[in-house]
């Protein structure tokens, strides 16, 4: 059991956390996708988690393509935030029907709580990973990337900070990623210019920590191995080339139904 630390960790003190799970996969079994290594995998994910000692809790939904967010449904707004403003033109989700699949999770949570009396889950601590998306060159716009891997459950804060104070501006942290093993992934984002002087850090908080993780990055700190770095790159360039397969589809979608029209006007 885990839970200590500062910050927002003590802040819970005992309050654990009970998470619930639910990794929907459309079409294509999980059977199917290990037999299958190439198989291009579409899935619904959805999560609701909830402390022990009081009615606070959380949610989540999304879609993902390949593991990697086509969008997320923002629960408190009822609206539907794609990954890339590209793909709402193409096709709509009704943020509506999120809702019903977070109420059911929810009243699903409640039992087993009950059911486990309220057992709390394990703290898994995050690994985090600092690195620049692109090869730095000085006095050129680069963008910093924070990376908290293989931890749950998926309460974590990440600040960024610039040569020892807080930067907010320009910082996009995305929502939490499931894995298959059930524990987490997320994202932050920081543009910047690099130069010789400034120094920058991520820091990351989460009830696994006995205290605030940082991860510094400065021009003489070495750059990842090459295979990590076009890894990550891969991952992240995945979400352009679903702006390719989303508009092939749908004209695929619209010459059927193209083709079908004419086949009936052949026929009267």
């Not at 606070?56 to 939904?61: G, L, M, Q």
């Not at 995050?126 to 931890?151: G, H, Q, R, S």
């Not at 992934?185 to 120094?199: A, G, I, K, Q």
Request: charged content about 20%; glycine content about 8%; proline content about 6%.
């Amino acid at each position: 059991m885990a839970g200590k630390g500062n910050g927002a960790g003590a802040s819970v003190g005992l309050a654990r956390l009970l998470a619930l799970m639910f990794l929907a996969q459309a079409e294509l079994g999980r059977a199917q996708e290990i037999s299958d290594p190439g198989v291009e995998i579409l899935s619904q994910v959805a999560f609701v988690q909830k402390t022990r000692r009081n009615t606070s809790s959380s949610s989540e939904f999304m879609f993902e393509f390949n593991d990697d967010e086509i969008f997320h449904v923002d629960l408190e707004q009822r609206q539907t935030i794609w990954r890339l403003p590209e793909f709402g033109r193409f096709t709509s989700f009704q943020a509506e029907g999120a809702q019903g699949n977070i109420a059911v999770l929810q009243t699903n949570l409640d039992i087993l709580m009950k059911r486990s009396n309220y057992t709390p889950a394990v703290n898994v601590p995050p690994k985090v990973m600092l690195y620049p998306e692109k090869v730095v060159e000085m006095e050129e716009p680069n963008i910093l990337i924070c990376m908290a891997d293989n931890f749950s459950p998926p309460v974590l804060k990440m600040a960024w900070y610039k040569n020892g104070q807080p930067v907010t501006e320009g910082v996009q942290t995305m929502d939490y990623y499931p894995k298959k093993d059930h524990a987490f992934r997320r994202f932050s984002y920081l543009p910047f210019v690099p130069n010789m002087v400034d120094e920058y850090m991520c820091q990351v908080e989460h009830w696994g920590l006995t205290k605030p993780l940082g991860k510094i990055w400065n021009v003489n700190i070495p750059q990842p191995l090459p295979e990590t770095m076009e890894t990550v790159v891969c991952a992240l360039g995945l979400a352009i080339a679903l702006v390719g397969i989303v508009a092939g589809t749908i004209l695929i979608i619209k010459s059927r139904k193209m083709g079908e029209a004419n086949y009936r006007r052949g026929h009267l």
